[in-house]
């Protein structure tokens, strides 16, 4: 029996953090079978290994997100946790786990000492300082308007990938806390830092804008340096900085950075470098107010590709296969002469010749640019951008190119891994990990629609339909926190939430309340409650939820039938031609009224769980109302609904908006004939597609899902496998079946909305899910079919690993299920036939008859 994992909030490196009070969390490993927590004992101890707090034993099971036990963190506390449990019939104790650090930020506007400050058109600044012996050490807090990178003493602190990255700057900026104690000396050292445009000051959006939050970059820093006898040196950005110009010519997002080396002053970040012809920074007022530390990890450098292979570009130019598309940018290594510039062009697919698709880029130059120093072998990869590509064409290159000098450097949100699925079919197992290429190709900083175009926004309606999926992937309640405190910082005072997040009003975009999307503003908390456990995160965006159904509900009126205005419907469904994604089978109406029904209903269930008595009882009577008004406007009296399409009834399955078993059973039986009707193949958008298996699987149609998942012919999932597609799609036919791009001017090969499906994977095909939030209970449930013969999956849970699996054993005619609940956990296991089991943790197996 031994505590792991020890860990505070959502976060994997504590350092930084941006609470007072930070909840605690923790894993026990035991082979015991049925093992669960009774009693613990939590420690606090000092920087000195002094215990200064000890809640003595308490009699609790709870092990996750625990609130934190001693007197709140100031500015700058460092502590120590350490935890240790006992077992049934006060088994134990078990050993102490390691004590892990914890470190507050600077969590109060008056503890920053520095100030904005810019060089105007100069992107690299500067600042040498001196330091006394006897440090013991020492934290740089840093952010920036626009993105920054910043050295010590000529190293890069840190590994961050476009810091501060984006949040709703007008309400809230980023910084980052860095450990900087082994990169300081006694004596003279050196600040130097570069700074590109980002999203602060860069182009945003399809309509070529820019600079929508300010006219000029600036950094931000902060240098702590403490001492052995407790006193405190701080170096921050002010008057005294230096700035000029450096080698980022140019740095876009969408278009690319170009670089020349041969700008780049030897030895600009190091102590004693001649920085007289500098010009001074000038101070920019800004609201420390605004300054926030982060709820999640950074983006980070994930992984490195190699190239598959290597084609020529009609004109004759090199072009890597890396046979993976992602997001993230290339790696050269290059030696030639001085003033030579090689070109790095980046597309998702290929055209019907050959060269790269530049086409579904819009506007986006996607090019990267290195002018050669001229001095032996140069590395270079560019800083302030990033591109969604598996093509990338080079020119220029010195003599012959050899791809062993080209790389592609992935690039997402640091967030650890937790869940997998595999099965029998090697298509399916395909589809999966394109689901998971496009997570991490989209959650940059934020969940974004695209990584290529000019585009690359936080789209509340991707986010709402893929959440579940995510939150089983990968550990993203960081992520999403952030990203929900600035939908909740950008929602108008009707309620209103604007289609992306965070927003930037682009011409042509009216941001009107839409269904499905706005609705993530109740749907996302809900989610990462339900697979996290996260009641705090209900509470935070508890006012936010109640203002959007409050203000639909308001545009529904007294009839309780939404019906007006803008609406995205069930966008991008199949049937709709290629210039008008919003033109729907099922209509906008009922989309918008369904979700009315099922987001009041969560609003009541939220309140329930807060303990709002009154507000449950009131969202309740009004999600009742909209689901009577539903029914009588949109169902007909032999049950159809108008439209007559999967969407429509997998809204209303999914979202329990009929009114008795009778009028569930022919729905259901309705939605099968309709998914026949259109040849097992799949006819549903972004809304229908995650309610539409679980809605044909709840009627009893289990091989009708398999059937549609298992489509090989357009539109299905697994036509896009068939294409040689490595992330999912936006549209279901961005390639046609002839091999060229979808002719709309919206068209991605890297959009994980429909990858959903990978929920579905999950709970019913494995047949592992939550019954409890945050896994505390596991509902193992696996429906086989499809011809599959076997299908399992893995999750890391917050209480540690679980497991679900089955395979068929044909000798016997026998389903065998395999179950690991984890310790401190339990499961609900239902067998296909219907058989219910009660199990503790620990692995179990279970063999019924089958076929």
């Not at 082979?31 to 707090?53: F, K, N, S, Y």
């Not at 089955?806 to 389903?815: D, N």
């Amino acid at each position: 029996m031994k505590v792991t994992d020890v860990r505070f909030e959502h976060h994997r490196e504590a350092l930084g953090i941006g609470v007072h009070r930070p909840r605690v969390s923790w894993t026990t490993v035991t082979d015991a079978t049925g093992w669960r927590q009774t009693v613990r004992q939590i420690q606090v101890l000092d920087e000195a290994g002094t215990v200064v707090w000890d809640t003595g034993r308490e009699k609790t099971g709870e092990s996750v997100l625990v609130p934190w036990p001693a007197p709140p963190l100031a500015s700058r506390d460092r502590r120590r946790v350490r935890v240790r449990v006992w077992g049934p019939d006060g088994a134990g104790p078990s050993p102490w786990s390691e004590a892990v650090p914890v470190e507050a930020a600077l969590l109060r506007p008056g503890d920053w000492t520095a100030a904005f400050v810019t060089g105007g058109a100069d992107r690299l600044l500067r600042h040498g300082f001196d330091l006394r012996d006897g440090f013991v050490s020492a934290r740089l807090y840093a952010t920036a308007l626009g993105v920054y990178e910043i050295e010590l003493n000529g190293t890069r602190v840190g590994d961050h990938v476009l810091a501060p990255g984006w949040t709703s700057y007008r309400n809230r900026l980023r910084y980052q806390t860095y450990d900087v104690t082994d990169l300081l000396r006694p004596g003279p050292n050196a600040l130097g830092a570069l700074l590109g445009d980002g999203w602060y000051h860069g182009r945003l959006g399809w309509a070529d804008g820019s600079a929508y939050y300010g006219d000029e970059v600036a950094l931000l820093a902060q240098l702590e340096v403490r001492y052995a006898d407790g006193t405190i040196d701080r170096v921050g950005t002010g008057p005294g900085w230096t700035c000029a110009p450096g080698p980022i010519v140019a740095s876009d997002l969408y278009d690319g950075e170009r670089h020349d080396a041969r700008a780049e002053p030897p030895g600009w970040s190091m102590p004693g470098f001649d920085d007289e012809a500098w010009g001074a920074v000038r101070v920019v007022a800004a609201d420390p107010a605004r300054l926030v530390a982060p709820d999640g990890p950074p983006v980070r450098r994930t992984e490195v590709l190699e190239p598959v292979a290597v084609t020529e570009s009609p004109d004759g130019h090199p072009i890597l296969d890396f046979g993976q598309n992602i997001a993230g940018r290339l790696r050269i290594r290059v030696s030639g002469p001085a003033g030579r510039v090689v070109t790095l062009r980046h597309a998702e697919v290929l055209d019907e010749r050959g060269g790269l698709c530049v086409r579904p880029l819009r506007t986006a130059r996607a090019t990267d640019e290195y002018v050669l120093r001229g001095t032996g072998t140069e590395e270079w990869e560019p800083r302030f951008t990033y591109h969604g590509f598996r093509y990338a064409e080079v020119r220029g290159w010195p003599g012959t190119l050899d791809p062993a000098d080209v790389r592609a450097v992935v690039c997402h949100t640091d967030m650890t891994r937790t869940g997998r699925f595999t099965c029998s079919d090697p298509m399916l197992n395909r589809l999966h990990e394109n689901a998971v290429w496009s997570m991490r190709g989209n959650f940059v900083d934020l969940p974004t629609d695209c990584p290529q175009r000019d585009e690359r926004f936080g789209w509340t309606g991707d986010a709402q339909v893929f959440a579940p999926a995510a939150a089983f992937l990968y550990a993203c309640g960081g992520l999403f926190a952030s990203w929900l405190t600035d939908l909740a910082a950008e929602q108008h005072d009707d309620g209103l939430v604007p289609p992306y997040v965070p927003y930037v009003k682009v011409e042509g975009d009216g941001a009107q309340p839409a269904a499905a999307w706005g609705d993530a503003a109740v749907i996302v908390p809900w989610t990462m409650y339900r697979r996290f456990g996260d009641r705090d995160v209900l509470r935070r965006q508890y006012p936010s939820m109640r203002a959007w159904v409050d203000g639909i509900a308001a545009l529904a009126g007294d009839r309780y039938v939404w019906d007006t205005g803008f609406q995205f419907g069930d966008w991008l469904d199949p049937a709709a031609p290629p210039d008008r994604p919003d033109a729907t089978r099922t209509p906008h109406g009922l989309v918008a009224t369904a979700y009315l029904a099922y987001s009041a209903g969560l609003v009541a269930r939220t309140a329930e769980v807060l303990g709002e008595t009154a507000d449950r009882e009131r969202y309740d009577d009004l999600a009742g109302r909209v689901r009577a008004a539903f029914r009588a406007k949109y169902q007909g009296p032999d049950g159809r609904l108008t439209g007559d399409s999967q969407t429509g009834y997998a809204l209303a399955l999914g979202f329990g908006l009929l009114e008795d078993a009778a009028s569930r059973r022919a729905a259901g039986r309705r939605l099968a004939e309709v998914v026949r009707r259109d040849g097992h193949r799949i006819g549903t958008g972004f809304v229908g597609t995650p309610l539409v298996c679980d809605a044909l699987c709840d009627a009893g149609e289990h091989e009708t899902a398999y059937r549609l998942v298992l489509q090989r012919a357009c539109p299905s999932w697994l036509y896009q496998v068939t294409m040689g597609a490595t992330t999912i799609w936006e549209r279901w036919d961005s390639l046609l079946p002839d091999g060229t791009v979808n002719p709309g001017t919206m068209t991605s090969f890297n959009h994980y909305a429909y990858g959903a499906v990978a929920d579905w994977l999950h709970r019913v095909v494995a047949g592992l899910a939550p019954d409890e939030p945050g896994y505390r209970r596991l509902l193992v449930r696996p429906r086989p079919g499809g011809g599959l013969t076997h299908a399992s999956a893995t999750l890391d849970t917050p209480y540690g690993r679980a497991e679900a699996g089955w395979r068929l054993l044909p000798a016997t005619r026998e389903l065998q299920v395999e179950v690991l609940v984890p310790p401190n956990a339990t499961a609900r296991v239902i067998l296909p036939a219907g058989e219910t089991t009660d199990v503790t943790a620990g692995r179990h197996t279970f063999r019924a008859p089958f076929g």
